[in-house]
């Protein structure tokens, strides 16, 4: 979708249930981001989750913690069709994310694929197909990621790029703030950019930004998370159901 130049829409799961991740997985958004950077999520409750993910309709993305091969290794190997990396901020940053989700001799993966290759049922298969369908999303949150952006996305294997507002915000002096005006300059470089080097350009948002991220031209678009959604459907109607006691 993202290389036809489609918009595709999803959201952050951080609930360890299954019954929220299989739910979410058929109401029609294109990924899922299984989050093991902050949330509770450890490796065995992201295979849990990924068990009862449709996979035919919706795509199951891992953000491991750190731009680390050894946790990039196991979100594959658990079957993540793809990995959002954190925190990349220069270009031999970016080279050790896209050498972590590569089998040797482009990469540095370790072979053990295990439920990826449905436990050695489909290991030629997916040895074949891994290199060139594990999607890699790097994530540029920070004032010197966007100083190096250009040169990061000169980097081979980079499929798409992801903003993390609030901690780009942070990183400028404003914590927790992307409504800044230097905040979404930043944003806009970060976009301008991406159109340059032709990489699919994601961020995520609320059900309230959603819709002027992609005016922008955002492609890859995370509306919010579970518990984020799930507390605001909770406080909209008490508070409708409150006014009118």
Known sequence: MLSEGEIGLGIWLTIRCTDVAELISHLGFDWVVLDMEHSPLCISDVQNLIQVIDETKTTPIVRVAWNDPVLVKLALDVGAHG???????????????????????????????????????????????ADKEVMLIIQIETAKAVENLEEILTVEGIDAVFIGPYDLATSYGFLGDPS???????????????????????????????????????????????????????????????SKE
Do not use: H
């Open 83 to 129: 990995v959002l990396v954190p925190w990349v901020n220069t270009k031999e940053e970016a080279e050790l994310a896209v050498k972590s989700v590569r089998y040797p001799p482009k990469g540095i993966r370790g072979y053990g694929p295990r439920r990826a290759a449905m436990y050695g049922l489909k290991t030629k298969e997916y040895l074949e197909t």
């Open 180 to 242: 800044q005006p230097q905040v979404q300059k930043a944003i806009n470089t970060i976009l301008e950019i991406c159109k340059k080097f032709k990489k699919p350009a994601g961020i995520f948002a609320s059900p309230t930004t959603a819709t002027d991220y992609i005016k922008r031209g955002f492609q890859f678009v995370a509306i919010g998370s579970d518990i984020g959604i799930l507390m605001q459907a909770c406080t909209d109607i008490l508070n409708k159901l409150k």
